[in-house]
């Protein structure tokens, strides 16, 4: 395991549901992400935390809504979704600062079906 | 905006023998990283080797080393003596090197790899 835990693993819900996805990191970092993939596209990046702080919203429909409490944690609220959404959503999380490699680990993902 | 292309879907190769994956990416930027991560059907994405790409050398990680041509923007990972667990899908990513990109990485479509008996 590479210390980035995600809950729940598969998750089918209705368009009407509101579910939410988390993420937990162990590794003492401090930049946070959530990841969409689908089949036969590239990892698209929904959301980027640091510090806690959000510093990146790759236009997302805000059906998606994140939180991070802290370093450690962060959440996927899901509302209203669409079948178009059903995909692998990954939690990924690095160091970060003005330099360095800072490579990103990932949690296993949780597999959404939206029906 | 950088992207990155992995031109093959599908690999396959013979267990012992040796595979190499291609990758291109487009970027203006001279100061940027490079990795190639590793998902198995248990989808847990692993990185697997990373290049610098200010240093010449190319970076190595026992079975897997990197071709790596600046000029051409090509980075091929070539895995050697393949072993059933090496099959996954394989993803190149870049990420600038500039400050306040907070670790962004741009991934390409990935490179499904088979390896037979």
């Known amino acids: 395991e590479t210390g980035v835990t995600q809950t729940p693993r598969h998750l089918v819900m209705g368009m009407t549901n509101k579910k939410s996805l988390k993420c937990e990191q162990h590794l003492g970092h401090n930049a946070m992400y959530w990841y969409k993939q689908s089949a036969k596209k590239p990892l698209e990046l929904m959301f980027v935390y640091n510090f806690k702080e959000q510093t990146e919203n790759n236009s997302v429909p805000s059906r998606f809504s994140p939180e991070c409490p802290n370093s450690s944690h962060l959440f996927l609220h899901l509302h209203t979704l669409q079948p178009e959404d059903s995909a692998l959503y990954l939690c990924?999380?690095?160091?970060?600062?003005?330099?360095?490699?800072?490579?990103?680990?990932f949690g296993p993902g949780t597999r959404l079906t939206v029906t | 905006a950088q992207t990155v292309t992995q031109s093959q879907p599908e690999m396959s190769v013979q267990e012992a023998e040796t595979v190499t994956l291609s990758c291109t990416y487009d970027?203006?930027?001279?100061?940027?990283?490079l990795f190639w991560y590793k998902q198995p059907p248990s989808r847990q994405m692993i990185l697997v080797i990373r290049?610098?790409?200010?240093?010449?050398q190319n970076a190595t990680e026992n079975r897997f080393s990197v071709n790596f041509q600046k000029a051409a923007k090509s980075f091929s990972l070539k895995i050697s003596d393949s072993q059933l667990g090496d099959a996954a899908m394989y993803f190149c990513a870049y990420r600038s090197a500039r400050s306040g990109t907070a670790s962004k990485l741009t991934f390409g479509t990935g490179t499904r790899l088979q390896v037979t008996l």
């Open positions: 990924a999380s690095s160091l970060t600062g003005t330099s360095g490699l800072y490579e990103q680990y």
């Open positions: 290049q610098e790409a200010y240093k010449q």
């Open positions: 970027t203006s930027e001279s100061d940027y990283y």
